[in-house]
């Protein structure tokens, strides 16, 4: 058995990711759930990557109708287990009741902007062909242990959010340093259901997209560039969407899923245009390009001058638009030209 380059990258990526998750970061508490599962799920991948068994190979093989449905019930769990736990542990502090609706709709988000991803792949034509001749898919494996580890490390996040002494409580052994992380301690179901749901979605979208992508790059390099089609659109545009949802004034509470909308929101844009780019050109194809840009843009300037206004009645000057004016009014401008 020959392993190819790219493989034995992935692989020591791999290695490298599991040394940095063992070492180097800080564990989501209790820590005797996150160590195993890092472990059993990095040491897996690397011998799947190792024997070139592709993980996204047997996923995009799945059934639809299973793989929607794991995901929408993945996706529902957490925030109903959630509001039963508290019940039965008789702890309002371990699930808030005012999490409730928050959290089901940012669950449901994610998983319609993955299930558009999932459709516009099984829609594409030549798609399940180039999965199956796909060479050295395998090393697209590293995607899990990075999703795992990236979620763990969010869940932390929420904890020293919720406490931030709790290094400290755990140093001098307070016997009750889990109390103020109760809702986000991984002791209790929701909040491991929460987690795999997270790492599920993640891998998921992440994987149908390097595909998808690879997919349309490999058609544009053979001179046969795909056409736009409305579930690749859609698709676009859920992934968008979710991240502007992240973006929202009653989001940014919420500081790490702020910072994604911060942080993805332009690279979102960034990749959607190169995806367009290798598209077969069309006037359908041009104009979404130029909506994509100047709605998702404008969008998530808007979002940002409301962010970052400080106090709640703080006056917002004309000259916070002048950036979004020039880029909104530039890509207008270019859009007429090709209208004209």
Not at 27 to 37: L, R
Not at 203 to 209: E, N, Y
Not at 258 to 274: K, S
């Amino acid at each position: 058995m020959t392993v190819s380059a790219i493989a034995v990258v992935s692989v020591i990526l791999q290695i490298i990711l599991l040394a940095v998750d063992k070492w180097l970061m800080p564990k989501a508490q209790p820590s005797k759930f996150q160590e195993p599962i890092v472990f059993v799920v990095g040491s897996a991948t690397i011998a799947a990557t190792t024997l070139n068994i592709p993980f996204y190979h047997y996923l995009m093989a799945s059934n639809l109708w299973v793989v929607g449905g794991a995901l929408l019930a993945l996706a529902i769990a957490p925030p109903v287990i959630g509001v039963i736990e508290a019940r039965v542990r008789r702890n309002p502090d371990v699930y808030a009741t005012d999490r409730f609706n928050e959290h089901l709709r940012n669950n449901f988000v994610g998983f319609v902007a993955t299930l558009l991803f999932i459709l516009a792949a099984r829609w594409t034509t030549g798609f399940d062909d180039f999965t199956v001749q796909f060479k050295n898919e395998s090393a697209f494996n590293i995607v899990l242990p990075l999703t795992v580890v990236t979620i763990f490390a969010f869940v932390r996040w929420q904890q020293d959010k919720a406490d931030e002494d709790l290094d400290a409580r755990m140093e001098r052994k307070d016997p009750d340093w889990e109390r103020k992380i109760a809702g986000f301690s991984l002791r209790y179901v929701n909040q491991l259901a929460n987690v795999l749901y997270l790492i599920v979605v993640t891998f998921t979208a992440a994987g149908t997209i390097l595909y998808m992508f690879s997919y349309t790059l490999n058609q544009a390099k053979n001179n046969s560039p795909l056409s736009l089609s409305l579930p690749l659109a859609l698709a676009m545009v859920g992934v968008l969407g979710f991240l502007i949802v992240c973006g929202l004034p009653s989001m940014k509470k919420f500081q790490a899923v702020y910072l994604n909308f911060l942080t993805g929101t332009p690279a979102a844009l960034m990749v959607i245009v190169v995806w367009i780019a290798l598209l077969k050109e069309s006037h359908l194809r041009n104009y979404f390009a130029l909506g994509v840009v100047v709605i998702g843009y404008a969008t998530y300037s808007l979002l940002v001058i409301i962010g970052n206004r400080g106090l709640a009645r703080a006056k917002l000057q004309l000259h916070y638009y002048s950036s979004m004016a020039f880029a909104v009014a530039l890509t207008l401008l270019v859009g007429a030209l090709y209208v004209s």
